[in-house]
C-alpha cells in the first residue's frame, strides 16, 4: 500500500500536505475514527465504562462468532444484583474524588467537564469517574440521588459538592485546597 516517494518534488507535496491546515474530507476522516455504531451496525461496546485513578475500565464484546464464549467479556453492571443507586452508592463511598461527567478525564465530552477535570488535576488528587453518556439510566439515577439536575457532579470524600462553576468558585477561594490536602498527600 506504501510506495516510496521517488522525486523531491512528491516528498515536498506529501509534506506540504501534512504541514497545512487541516482539509475539512480530512476531518471527517479523523471524526470517523470515534463514531458510534449505526443502527445498522451492532454495537460493540457495553455500557458502564469507568475510569479509576487514570485507567479507563470498559467491557467490550468482540463481534468475531468465533470467540468462544468462555473469552468474551461480561459487563459486571448489567450482571451484578446491585441497583444503580448501590453503584453509585458505593463509587462515592470507595472514592475519595468521583466525578460523574459527560466523556472521561482524559477526554472530557462538554466544556463544564473538561473545566471540572482540569480544576481538580491542578491538586494531583486521583480522579475516579463515570461517563453518563454511555448509560441514560446512570444519568438519571445520579440525578435522583444527589438531587442536582446539571453535569458534572462531583463527590469529595462521599460529600455531594456540586458541578464546575463551584469547584472553580472553590478553588479560587482556597477551598477546594483545604478540602483536597489529605488525599492530595496520599
Request: charged share 25%.
Amino acid at each position: 500500500m506504501w510506495r516510496r516517494l521517488s522525486t523531491p518534488l512528491q516528498r515536498l507535496a506529501v509534506a506540504k500536505n501534512f504541514t497545512s491546515s487541516p482539509s475539512p474530507s480530512r476531518f471527517r476522516t479523523s471524526v470517523a475514527l470515534f463514531r458510534s455504531p449505526s443502527a445498522s451496525e451492532p454495537s460493540t461496546k457495553a455500557t458502564g465504562s469507568f475510569n479509576h485513578h487514570g485507567m479507563q475500565y470498559s467491557t467490550t464484546v468482540p463481534n468475531d462468532p468465533d470467540t468462544h464464549e468462555d473469552f468474551r467479556p461480561t459487563n459486571k453492571l448489567e450482571d451484578s444484583s446491585l441497583s444503580l443507586k448501590d453503584i453509585v452508592e458505593q463509587d462515592i463511598k470507595d472514592n475519595p474524588v468521583m466525578i460523574y461527567m459527560k466523556g472521561v478525564p482524559e477526554l472530557p465530552r462538554c466544556g463544564f467537564s473538561s473545566l471540572a477535570v482540569r480544576v481538580l488535576q491542578e491538586y494531583g488528587v486521583p480522579i475516579s469517574s463515570r461517563n453518563i453518556l454511555e448509560d441514560p439510566e446512570l444519568k438519571d439515577s445520579v440525578k435522583a440521588f444527589s438531587h442536582w439536575p446539571t453535569f458534572p457532579q462531583i463527590f469529595i470524600k462521599g460529600e455531594f459538592i456540586g458541578g464546575s462553576d463551584i469547584i472553580l468558585s472553590m478553588h479560587q477561594n482556597g477551598e477546594l485546597k483545604e478540602k483536597l490536602k489529605d488525599i492530595a498527600a496520599k
